[in-house]
């Protein structure tokens, strides 16, 4: 499976999910958006038929946060929603 | 309600949608997923806990497709998806 980029201005984790078909797309949103209801963790996402771009900000709002273990185990919990 | 706007390069009409809490977010998605697949046509969507942005590109695969009135309809049927 393909790694998350870590980016920087702004600081982030980003990675780019791609499916077989609109439903399948659907799916992924829906179980990432049980997840994120349950961590109270809601990363911008952006989706067309096929792809969902997923960007993960730092938990921490102050401006200059960097990514804690805690970010990196919530991007494992996302892989994990791909069978 | 606010309007659509239309941008060059690349050619889309876009708008932004903003809601009280994330379950308004998910509802709205959900509305426009059933619409997307009715009319197969699948915007690029981006979205956070309380926003979503519609990019919303011609209808036509022309590198240099003009917006049409079926654009700005189907922009329409998107607004009425707002309670």
């Not at 870590?6 to 992924?28: A, H």
Request: glycine residues 4%; charged residues 35%.
């Amino acid at each position: 499976m393909d790694q998350w980029s870590e980016r920087q201005r702004p600081v982030c984790l980003e990675k780019r999910f791609e499916f077989s078909t609109y439903g399948d797309t659907r799916d992924f949103l829906d179980r990432l958006g049980h997840l994120s209801e349950a961590q109270d963790r809601f990363p911008d996402l952006s989706f067309g038929k096929t792809y969902v771009n997923v960007t993960l900000r730092p938990a921490s709002d102050d401006v200059d946060a960097a990514l804690t273990a805690d970010d990196h185990t919530f991007a494992q919990h996302i892989d994990e929603l791909i069978d």
